[in-house]
């Protein structure tokens, strides 16, 4: 079965400040996909990331960072110098063959204080 | 580029109503379309999806069904709401190479209350 978990409900932090949001899956296949989407307050889910099971190279756009680690089955996502902007809720996903289905995590809602 | 719409943006209706939500596709063909639900816990539940027209897969047994009527069109439906059917609507797509790769792509959303 699938399954991902997003231990951190609600994460609130000053702006600037570096913020971790966690996210660890469960599958058993050995190629899948994870995905991580912000959902700021309109509702719109605006994909941010996805990775492959077979690539575990760390990714840098701007602020953001994402760090994919097989080992321990997380794929963790992390803003640096957060801003007012970057508050939203936060998915991580997971998709296997053949159906792409995804199976998202309860999500974790981050609020950048000024 | 693609684009996808949904409406209406918001909705309010009474219990017992029929019930019809739209969503659409631009620039893309035979795209994979999904329906999900958005309770006010913030999950989201996967409702349906269509890998072509007149295909669809439910993925839980409930008060709402769905059409694809073309091949870029999907449509969420029930003949009488239910209150536990309030929530917040979304729409997807994604291209149809299969094998889990594929990005779903979302739509704005309808926001149905029913009272």
């Known amino acids: 079965a699938q399954k991902v978990t997003q231990a951190q409900t609600e994460i609130s932090v000053v702006e600037k400040e570096d913020v971790t949001l966690d996210c660890v899956y469960e599958?058993?296949?050995?190629?899948?996909?994870l995905f991580w989407y912000k959902q700021p307050p309109s509702g719109e889910l605006v994909f941010l990331i996805r990775?492959?099971?077979?690539?575990?190279q760390n990714e840098i756009s701007g602020r953001y960072s994402w760090n994919f680690q097989k080992s321990t089955s997380s794929f963790n996502f992390t803003i640096t110098a957060s801003q007012v902007v970057d508050s939203a809720v936060y998915f991580c996903a997971l998709s296997v063959g053949p159906g792409n289905q995804f199976y998202f995590g309860t999500g974790t809602s981050l609020t950048v204080i000024p | 580029s693609q684009t996808i719409h949904q409406w209406p943006a918001t909705l309010v209706q009474p219990v017992g109503s029929p019930l019809s939500l739209e969503c659409t596709v631009e620039?893309?063909?035979?795209?994979?379309l999904y329906w999900y639900r958005q309770a006010a816990g913030r999950g989201l539940q996967l409702l349906f999806y269509?890998?072509?027209?007149?295909?669809i897969s439910s993925e839980v047994p409930q008060n709402l069904s769905a059409s694809r009527p073309q091949d870029r069109q999907f449509i969420l439906s029930s003949k009488k709401l239910l209150l536990s059917d309030s929530g917040f609507y979304l729409c997807a797509w994604s291209w149809a190479s299969g094998g889990g790769a594929d990005t779903q792509y979302f739509g704005p959303g309808t926001r149905l209350t029913v009272l």
């Open positions: 269509s890998v072509g027209i007149g295909q």
């Open positions: 990775r492959n099971s077979f690539d575990e």
């Open positions: 620039g893309t063909s035979n795209p994979n």
């Open positions: 599958t058993r296949d050995t190629t899948y996909y």
